[in-house]
């Protein structure tokens, strides 16, 4: 598959900011191409993650999802499921540390996954859910990641609108969604249009919420624009 990086030592090297940021990228296109198990305790990639600075792994999680991302061919399935299952351990670590803030640069570093679309879908909006509930008040996502999230709602109302509610309420993010109230309409509207109760529920929680906070735009979601419904 081409423009997925080979585990030949000439990785795409790029935003290098720290020494071990290269090794972390060939141990992550070790471990995509199946070389390394992270559930081997004994592993370097389990024993990169176990040691390395946040900062690091932040850039190993990065890597990954970038590389997907920027594939311009399709992406082998094992490749997709190989890390997904990463980032599971990954984040079951996190809920499990009791100090998830020393997680919190490398569950960041989901959002290229996000964009990138590549991914299972309900295993992408599940894993955000979870990744905003840690890092929702310490660390700012803003708005680009809208994009995506409206993108998947028209296939997901229910599971996108959980994170937008999430996204809204952070107090993280108050000043990061203000410019995007377009992709924030579209995610409201699928979800009202959707057949399930809860996502309507929750439809009307963000409304208010927004409203409360007097962001009037939202008083109208059939406009599709972003200036005030006045």
């Excluded at 946040?54 to 850039?59: I, L, P």
């Excluded at 203000?178 to 009307?204: C, Y």
Aim: charged share 30%; with cysteine.
């Amino acid at each position: 598959m081409k423009n997925l990086p080979k585990h030949s030592g000439k990785e795409d090297r790029f935003d290098l900011q720290h020494p071990n940021d290269a090794l972390s990228q060939h141990l992550i296109t070790l471990y995509w191409w199946g070389e390394l198990s992270i559930d081997d305790p004994t592993s370097l990639i389990s024993r990169f993650f176990k040691n390395a600075p946040d900062v690091v792994r932040r850039h190993a999680i990065d890597y990954a999802g970038r590389s997907i991302w920027n594939a311009k061919d399709a992406v082998p399935k094992e490749v997709l499921d190989r890390l997904q299952h990463l980032f599971d351990i990954r984040l079951k670590s996190a809920k499990e540390s009791g100090s998830p803030k020393e997680y919190l640069l490398e569950l960041a570093a989901f959002e290229p996954w996000v964009y990138s679309l590549k991914f299972d879908e309900l295993w992408t909006l599940h894993t955000l859910k979870e990744v905003l509930i840690l890092t929702r008040n310490d660390k700012q996502h803003k708005g680009y990641i809208l994009e995506p999230l409206s993108k998947l709602s028209e296939r997901h109302p229910l599971e996108a609108v959980k994170c937008l509610k999430l996204l809204i309420e952070s107090t993280a993010e108050q000043s990061s969604w203000h410019g995007n109230p377009v992709k924030i309409k579209a995610i409201l509207r699928n979800a009202m249009s959707a057949e399930d109760e809860t996502a309507k529920q929750i439809v009307v929680e963000v409304k208010d919420y927004l409203l409360r906070q007097g962001q009037f735009e939202f008083r109208n979601l059939e406009d599709k624009g972003g200036s005030p419904d006045r």
